[in-house]
């Protein structure tokens, strides 16, 4: 049961996730989501204690505003985006995909990661940046502490290579097109991309959104993420429970482990695909704010089991992994844009 400091502890998640959308919109490249995990860990390193119901309190703010930002964020996304220009870009995020999570898990193992480390860091790096590593928690059961490290981790390279890769697509003589290709498959966080992807229009006098239509692309391929991850959790859970001798039916294990909450997205990603959205003028809008909304609150509610003192210790490996995860990714976008210049164009 919640008390009165519980419901506390959500109230400052939600004062905390205003003041981050407040800061995101202020500047384009650390995102609201970020901003309020690094308040939250601020907080819980400036107070003196948080007792046991305060923390009660941020941990339903994880949970529950992270499920419900998710099903919103199925809103956003349209199928349709990959049938433009987003389709030429489904090998390479294909080959992402299958390289970040294959380095993740090789590197992870040698730095003597957790599974959970390694899937939110990898899908983190191949996707989508937080929301892929909210969804991909929701699923496997990530420990918050998990979470933050794999947000950390990814944030440093995400901020780097939104900086740099507008001046290196003029230094190594980008198209526009092969621009698209490097920022919308290389940057993790979508606010990230547009980010760069302004810049780039900024120095070349252009007015495009290749990259982010790249991003979006890879971004559905979340909902391909999710079925699989669901796939494993529910198969772990069986052998679980046949090794500690339950007579589990594997429909119960099932509805036991499944991830309702994507069920949810899908249903809002399909009713978006199909122009029903549309029909609501500005729904859009309100959509995409709400969904960062809550998935902002539910960092912050993270950010109140960090310790820096963890951080800088038991936080170093998984920084050392997003940077072999990250570097593995932008080299695989680079030589694809060398090799198959002429098909993107």
Aim: proline letters at 2%; charged letters at 10%.
């Amino acid at each position: 049961m919640m008390n009165k400091k519980s419901y506390l502890a959500i109230g400052t998640c939600v004062v905390i996730a205003i003041i981050a959308t407040y800061l995101g919109k202020l500047q384009n490249i650390i995102g609201a989501p970020m901003i309020g995990l690094f308040i939250g860990m601020l907080l819980v390193n400036i107070l003196p204690s948080v007792d046991k119901d305060f923390k009660k309190g941020t941990t339903f703010a994880g949970k529950k505003c992270l499920n419900l930002g998710i099903i919103l964020a199925g809103g956003t996304l349209n199928f349709a985006q990959i049938l433009g220009f987003g389709a030429k870009a489904l090998p390479l995020i294909i080959i992402n995909i299958c390289l970040s999570f294959t380095v993740a898990y090789f590197v992870g193992k040698q730095l003597k990661q957790s599974w959970n480390t390694c899937t939110l860091v990898g899908g983190g790096t191949c996707i989508c940046g937080g929301t892929a590593i909210a969804t991909l928690a929701s699923i496997i059961k990530a420990k918050e502490t998990e979470i933050a490290y794999a947000m950390t981790a990814i944030f440093l390279f995400d901020i780097l290579a939104a900086l740099v890769y507008p001046y290196l697509a003029g230094a190594l003589n980008l198209t526009s097109n092969q621009f698209g290709f490097l920022a919308g498959t290389a940057i993790n966080d979508t606010s990230s991309v547009a980010a760069s992807e302004a810049t780039y229009n900024a120095i070349n006098g252009l007015d495009l959104n290749l990259a982010i239509t790249v991003k979006l692309t890879r971004t559905t391929m979340l909902i391909a993420l999710a079925v699989i991850f669901t796939v494993i959790t529910v198969r772990q859970q069986s052998k679980n429970n046949a090794a500690n001798a339950e007579q589990t039916s594997i429909s119960k294990t099932v509805l036991k482990v499944f991830p309702w909450f994507i069920l949810g997205f899908l249903i809002m990603a399909v009713l978006n695909t199909v122009g029903l959205f549309d029909l609501v003028s500005g729904l859009d809008k309100y959509l995409k704010a709400g969904y960062k909304l809550f998935i902002t609150i539910a960092l912050a509610g993270v950010g109140f089991k960090i310790k820096f003192k963890d951080l800088l210790t038991k936080g170093i490996k998984p920084i050392i992994l997003g940077g072999c995860t990250w570097l593995a990714v932008a080299a695989s976008s680079m030589i694809f844009i060398h090799l198959f210049a002429d098909f993107i164009g």
